[in-house]
Nanobody, 123 residues
């Protein structure tokens, strides 16, 4: 079993910055992709950023240039630095990891989510 523990988030004024972190632990064999998603009220969950094992990153246009994702493979930790925040960034942010886990049935694909952390940007 794999657990994701997120930290960070909170309330910030428009133009401010916040940082999020997420630590993965448990029966992890390998992690290929670590990422952040967000879901605002009444909207679908959307990708905010992800980082592949080799270090390549992906961002949607809505956050490109403002958000930076990074990871520490040795600590199974992913970070999200969010700058120039605006009210449209208000959402619950979720950590996600994809890879493989060790189970009693052997190695199995892993696609695990954190519990979510609230980010609120006031105007």
């Amino acid at each position: 079993q794999v657990q994701l523990v997120e930290s960070g988030g909170g309330l910030v004024q428009s133009g401010g910055s916040l940082s999020l972190s997420c630590v993965a632990s448990g029966s992890i064999f390998s992690i290929n992709v670590m990422g952040w998603y967000r879901q605002a009220p009444g909207k679908q969950r959307e990708l905010v950023a992800n980082i592949i094992n080799g270090g390549s990153t992906n961002y949607p246009d809505s956050v490109k240039g403002r958000f930076t994702i990074s990871r520490d493979n040795a600590k199974n930790t992913v970070y999200l630095q969010m700058n120039s925040l605006n009210p449209e960034d208000t959402a619950v942010y979720y950590c996600n990891v994809k890879g493989y886990s060790n189970t009693v049935f052997g190695r199995r694909p892993l696609d695990s989510w954190g519990q979510g952390t609230q980010v609120t940007v006031s105007s």
